[in-house]
Nanobody
Framework: VQLQASGGGLVQPGGSLRLSCAASGFTLDDYTIGWFRQAPGKEREGVSCISSSDGITYAADSVKGRFTISRDNAKNTLYLQMNSLKPEDTAVYYC????????????????WGQGTLVTVSS
């Protein structure tokens, strides 16, 4: 079982990035899946998720309207499209599967990717 995150990098404020998370050893569609981030000196926070129980996507208030989570079942890959990036979006982003989410609440996720660094700076 493995989650491989990629797509991070350095981007200017207002720019865009798309993160990918390729899953192997299990089927993403069977699980609640999500993106988390951890900024320097801060606790990890949930960014967005797709709930397996109701199929609804949730996003943190800080990213609503700017970030979009999606899944390609054929590729068994999770994505996070990030637009209008701000310096405060700078963090290591992690994909995860196997937990639960509802609104801004996240349960314990069992599978984690290795993280990809997103730096928003001019």
């Amino acid at each position: 079982v493995q989650l491989q995150a990629s797509g991070g990098g350095l981007v200017q404020p207002g720019g865009s990035l798309r993160l990918s998370c390729a899953a192997s050893g299990f089927t993403l569609d069977d699980y609640t899946i999500g993106w988390f981030r951890q900024a320097p000196g801060k606790e990890r926070e949930g960014v967005s998720c797709i709930s397996s129980s109701d199929g609804i996507t949730y996003a943190a208030d800080s990213v609503k309207g700017r970030f979009t989570i999606s899944r390609d079942n054929a590729k068994n890959t999770l994505y996070l499209q990030m637009n209008s990036l701000k310096p405060e979006d700078t963090a290591v982003y992690y994909c995860a599967a196997g937990g639960w989410c509802h609104n801004s609440d996240y349960g314990v996720f069992g599978f984690w990717g290795q993280g990809t660094l997103v730096t928003v700076s001019s």
